[in-house]
């Protein structure tokens, strides 16, 4: 199975920031890895997928690079409405199955 | 407009069952895949199961012989059929269209295995 390692688990930055996220694959998947950003209480919503595809209505602040193994979320300038705990996703297809990084929890300093 | 909207959670005893429905609109369930993911409380994300549209049925090693997915395409709804609970089977459990990443998923209902 693949895993996948996100880090940091948390961090504190202060209202316009640039916030770094990485998420490493224990094997290459190519493109296959996407984000999300999960508010309290509230369903995750997807922001980029397959590496840096922003997804349609998310702000141009969020970006997301990598391949292979080795991958990069950046909000370019961190606002207040942005706390929240952000998890990469991969993909796999044999056998279909999905795998979650441990979260990054994001908090404004 | 995409909406998923899960129902059917509830307080459970080890051993017992529990079927998830999740209604659709704004798409056709059974024209696309249609994944299960759960969040045990304060925990992350763990994937559960995929439908795909052609009927394919995939699962996560750890629900698998005990959860089942399935799909009324008369009611464009989703469900799970959750047997032989476990209390690690406590969490949210979200219905989301898509297996290859998810892009609309609903509010997500509690399933909790006490006794």
């Known amino acids: 199975d693949i895993q996948m390692t996100q880090s940091p688990s948390s961090l504190s930055a202060s209202v316009g920031d640039r916030v770094t996220i990485t998420c490493q694959a224990s094997?290459?998947?190519?493109?296959?890895l996407n984000w999300y950003q999960q508010k309290p209480g509230k369903a995750p919503k997807l922001l980029i997928y397959?590496?840096?595809n922003l997804e349609t209505g998310v702000p141009s602040r969020f970006s997301g690079s990598g391949s292979g193994t080795d991958f990069t979320f950046t909000i370019s300038s961190l606002q207040p409405e942005d706390i929240a705990t952000y998890y990469c996703?991969?993909?796999?297809?044999?056998?279909?199955?999905?795998?979650f990084g441990g979260g990054t929890k994001v908090e404004i300093k | 407009e995409v909406q998923l909207v899960e129902s059917g959670g509830g307080l459970v005893q080890p051993g017992g069952s529990l079927r998830l429905s999740c209604a659709a609109s704004g798409f056709t369930v059974s024209s696309n895949y249609m994944s299960w993911v759960r969040q045990a409380p304060g925990k992350g994300l763990e994937w559960v199961s995929v439908?795909?549209?052609?009927?394919?049925?995939y699962y996560a090693d750890s629900v698998k012989g005990r959860f089942t997915i399935s799909r009324d395409n008369s009611k464009n709804t989703l469900y799970l059929q959750m047997n032989s609970l476990r209390a690690e089977d406590t969490a949210v459990y979200y219905c989301?269209?898509?297996?290859?990443?998810?892009?609309?998923w609903g509010q997500g209902t509690l399933v909790t295995v006490s006794s």
């Open positions: 094997q290459d998947i190519s493109n296959y």
């Open positions: 397959d590496a840096s």
């Open positions: 989301a269209r898509g297996i290859q990443h998810l892009d609309y």
């Open positions: 996703q991969q993909y796999d297809n044999l056998p279909p199955r999905l795998t």
């Open positions: 439908i795909y549209s052609g009927g394919s049925t």
